[in-house]
T-cell receptor, first 112, second 113 residues
Framework: DGGITQSPKYLFRKEGQNVTLSCEQN?????MYWYRQDPGQGLRLIYY???????QKGDIAEGYSVSREKKESFPLTVTSAQKNPTAFYLC???????????FGPGTRLTVL | QKEVEQNSGPLSVPEGAIASLNCTYS??????FFWYRQYSGKSPELIMFIYSNGDKEDGRFTAQLNKASQYVSLLIRDSQPSDSATYLC?????????????FGPGTSLSVIP
């Protein structure tokens, strides 16, 4: 089955630690995205990538980093510089020539 | 001015009624419009998209687009308790250089049995 997978489903981090969230897709989509969702709020774009080896900052990139070494994979690292990382993180992908984005199941990050 | 606005709700409708969800956007040149449904604790799932003025129907769902008035709405006929969720409106502004979609804050819908 084609789809987007994210792991882990739940992640706990101590203050000062970096953590990496995984996102993999087998839809052969060129574009991939990372969003953050806080309780009762909409989605905010962190980073996006249109093609392999290229990515751009979104609206709230500070304290985050990404890589896009393979078409299928777009991992997100939440660094210790991110002051308030507790949130629901969503990965999405889309074909390069269409607009429809499809979401993975999400990772819920909690800072202890 | 926020780019995409929705009433936060909660919107409560009785089972079997029509639920009407509204969304307004600021960029007059916007071309693509999407409705996603998000159950509590889950990720958004696409319900439908619309590009042209008028109505687009898919089962119990109808999307309505009025570019002149800059609003898009979602009607849910014969509402069921399983329709209780947050509905996200998403808009693709014309002037961005890539497939960036702007999401509204969502409207919470509660269907009362």
């Amino acid at each position: 089955d084609g789809g987007i997978t994210q792991s882990p489903k739940y992640l706990f981090r101590k203050e000062g630690q970096n953590v990496t969230l995984s996102c993999e897709q087998n839809l052969n989509h060129d574009a991939m995205y990372w969003y953050r969702q806080d309780p009762g709020q909409g989605l905010r774009l962190i980073y996006y990538s249109q093609i392999v080896n290229d990515f751009q900052k979104g609206d709230i990139a500070e304290g985050y980093s990404v890589s896009r070494e393979k078409k299928e994979s777009f991992p997100l690292t939440v660094t210790s510089a991110q002051k308030n990382p507790t949130a629901f993180y969503l990965c999405a992908s889309s074909l390069g020539t269409t607009d429809t984005q499809y979401f993975g199941p999400g990772t819920r990050l909690t800072v202890l | 001015q926020k780019e995409v606005e929705q009433n936060s709700g909660p919107l409560s409708v009785p089972e079997g009624a029509i639920a009407s969800l509204n969304c307004t956007y600021s960029d007059r040149g916007s071309q693509s419009f999407f409705w996603y449904r998000q159950y509590s604790g889950k990720s958004p799932e696409l319900i439908m998209f619309i590009y042209s003025n008028g109505d687009k129907e898919d089962g119990r769902f109808t999307a309505q687009l009025n570019k002149a008035s800059q609003y898009v709405s979602l009607l849910i006929r014969d509402s069921q308790p399983s329709d209780s969720a947050t509905y996200l409106c998403a808009v693709k502004p014309m002037k961005t250089s890539y497939d960036k979609v702007i999401f509204g804050p969502g409207t919470s819908l509660s269907v009362i049995p």
